[in-house]
């Protein structure tokens, strides 16, 4: 399929999804008499309420010297040469160090780190929510990068100081983890897999040995364990192809065409994993999602003309809770997700990030032909590769399916400069997983009908007739 094919599936499949996620917020939202009066708006008033064009907001975040400069410039060179608005919000921290903040004499102060956590995150929230609203203000479809995230401070507080602080702010961790970003960008530091590189000479607000750069890049990843699109590009590659891999991942996160094949691998399990049979190393988060399918449409079983551009699309909207380990919710998100499946096999995907009212808006007109999902997820990190096991609740209690980070990439659609560069292509361009010992794998799930019917949620979901 050619790339000018591929990008009208996808400006269709974009607008298709922002209509529908619009009749949601229009329903969801309580409209006043002032606010209905369109004579009164002007096009950016209506760009912001109506989310007239798609925005994606991605943190990258990693250990020092991990590459997350040079990531920022190639993915926003890249993105806008394909003609999408880029903001780049900077970090925090680097803001008040680079104007006056000095981390050796404040943090002499007892009880400093906390302050000092609290301002970040009040610096870092009012740049991110002030860089959106001037891009759906503008109604164009856009990307923001932000250079680090809320999540990142949590590396660099006590666990009971981060919980202070959360409750102070009103706010939990899953909201400000999940809640605000598409996608997380992990870029590991250099100083683990690629030692000779590690340096801090260009960012004078890092202070870090190469053993300090280490532990922060553990504590980072944890802070993020539990997004549901967390990536980790660690280094065994050189860093050319760790760039490559970065870029193909944005492509085919925002519908740009990318050979990225496979981000995500499945497993099925014999039984339900044991936790305690994870080694101390491995966190773990515990989730309870919910996922309600609102349409199907499949051409072929309907009076839609041959000619469409593909042969099935559907709809489903996730509610996902953060369970303690004491069976305590501790916080809750939601998304939208539209799905679409081409002539030629290939998927595309547009998510977005929604209201709990956009959420009950929705789950009041789900397709009443399909069962709701349930599952228990369970989020790790084994070897800097993100798992998520899928444990069924509902409508089945006897299957448990892991999803691995993988990525194999042959080319990205010229993304450096036309040139094809043959490092990033790995042997016979199958990803490689370094599958955790402690599960219990049955056989790794094939990219098929057969398996897809069979452990796929969406036939899943299906009531017998």
Not at 230 to 239: E, G, H, P
Not at 244 to 272: C, E, F, H, Q, W
Request: aromatic share 10%; glycine share 6%.
């Amino acid at each position: 399929m050619s790339v000018k094919c591929q990008g009208k599936e996808i400006d269709d499949i974009v607008r298709r999804h922002s209509m529908y996620a619009n009749d949601l917020k229009t329903t969801a939202d309580t409209i006043s008499s002032s606010s209905s009066n369109a004579t009164n708006k002007t096009q950016a008033d209506k760009n912001i309420h109506f989310d007239t064009a798609p925005i994606y907001k991605f943190a990258l975040t990693g250990g020092p010297c991990g590459g997350k400069t040079t990531a920022l410039e190639r993915i926003s060179s890249y993105l806008r040469e394909r003609g999408f608005e880029v903001f780049t919000v900077p970090e925090a921290m680097t803001v008040l160090c680079s104007n006056g903040f000095s981390k050796e004499e404040y943090f002499k102060v007892d009880g400093m780190p906390y302050y000092v956590q609290h301002s970040i995150m009040d610096l870092q929230t009012s740049l991110e929510d002030s860089f959106e609203r001037v891009l759906k203000a503008s109604g164009k479809k856009g990307v923001i990068l932000c250079d680090r995230g809320l999540m990142d401070g949590s590396a660099y507080m006590s666990p009971e100081g981060w919980d202070k602080l959360m409750e102070e702010r009103g706010v939990s961790s899953a909201e400000i983890r999940e809640g605000r970003y598409n996608a997380v960008f992990h870029l590991v530091t250099s100083a683990e897999g690629a030692e000779q590189f590690y340096s801090l000479e260009n960012n004078a607000a890092r202070n870090e040995t190469a053993e300090q750069a280490r532990e922060v890049d553990v504590l980072t990843r944890k802070a993020w364990l539990g997004h549901q699109n967390l990536m980790v590009f660690d280094n065994s590659t050189d860093f050319e192809t760790k760039l490559r891999d970065i870029v193909a991942a944005v492509s085919k996160l925002v519908g740009l065409p990318t050979t990225m094949k496979n981000m995500t691998v499945k497993y099925l399990l014999r039984k339900n994993p044991d936790l305690a049979a994870f080694p101390e190393d491995v966190h773990y988060y515990i989730f309870d999602v919910e996922k309600v399918y609102l349409y199907n449409i499949d051409i072929n079983s309907t009076s839609t003309s041959t000619d469409s551009n593909f042969i099935e699309e559907y709809s489903f909207i996730r509610k996902r809770s953060h369970i303690s380990l004491q069976g305590k919710e501790l916080g809750t998100t939601y998304g939208i997700t539209t799905a679409r499946t081409l002539h030629d096999g290939n998927n595309i995907e547009v998510k977005r990030i929604i209201s709990s009212r956009e959420y009950i808006s929705a789950y009041h007109a789900r397709d009443t032909s399909r069962h709701i999902v349930k599952q228990r997820r369970i989020s790790f990190l084994y070897k800097t590769q993100s798992f998520n096991i899928h444990i069924y609740k509902e409508p089945i209690d006897n299957l448990c399916i892991v999803q691995a980070q993988a990525a194999s990439v042959d080319d990205v659609d010229q993304c450096h400069n036309g040139e094809s560069n043959g490092s990033t292509k790995r042997e016979g361009n199958e990803p490689a997983v370094d599958f955790p010992p402690f599960l219990d794998l049955e056989r790794r799930l094939e990219n098929n009908k057969e398996d897809e019917e069979k452990f796929g949620s969406f036939n899943i979901s299906l009531m017998n007739d």
